[in-house]
């Protein structure tokens, strides 16, 4: 199933990000646990992880890049 993943808020005065790297690239698999891409707060630096298994189909938004919370980061096609 195709999906689009956005940015979500961590805590609770987050109102944007930086993404700091992509780890994973279009094309390429994922698991359970598996880090997808890096996010760069005033607070934080942390991975984001995938919670199913799937393939990485599209980024939307190049590392460097700052986004609000709510913004679509890529799709994904998980596997359920």
Same mark, same amino acid.
Do not use: N
């Given at each position: 199933?195709? *999906?689009?993943?956005?940015?979500?808020?961590?805590?609770? +005065?987050?109102?944007?990000?930086?993404?700091?790297?992509?780890?994973?690239? &279009?094309?390429?698999?994922? +698991?359970? /646990?598996? &880090?997808?891409?890096? *996010?760069?707060?005033?607070?934080?630096?942390?991975?984001?992880?995938?919670?199913?298994? /799937?393939?990485?189909?599209? *980024?939307?938004?190049?590392?460097?890049?700052?986004?609000?919370? /709510?913004? &679509?980061?890529?799709?994904?096609?998980?596997?359920?």
């Amino acid at each position: 199933m195709k *999906i689009t993943l956005k940015l979500a808020r961590i805590g609770m +005065s987050m109102q944007e990000a930086t993404i700091a790297q992509w780890h994973k690239k &279009p094309g390429e698999s994922f +698991s359970v /646990g598996d &880090p997808l891409y890096a *996010i760069e707060t005033d607070k934080i630096t942390q991975d984001i992880e995938a919670t199913a298994d /799937g393939t990485m189909m599209e *980024i939307f938004v190049e590392e460097g890049e700052d986004v609000e919370v /709510g913004t &679509p980061l890529c799709s994904v096609d998980v596997t359920m």
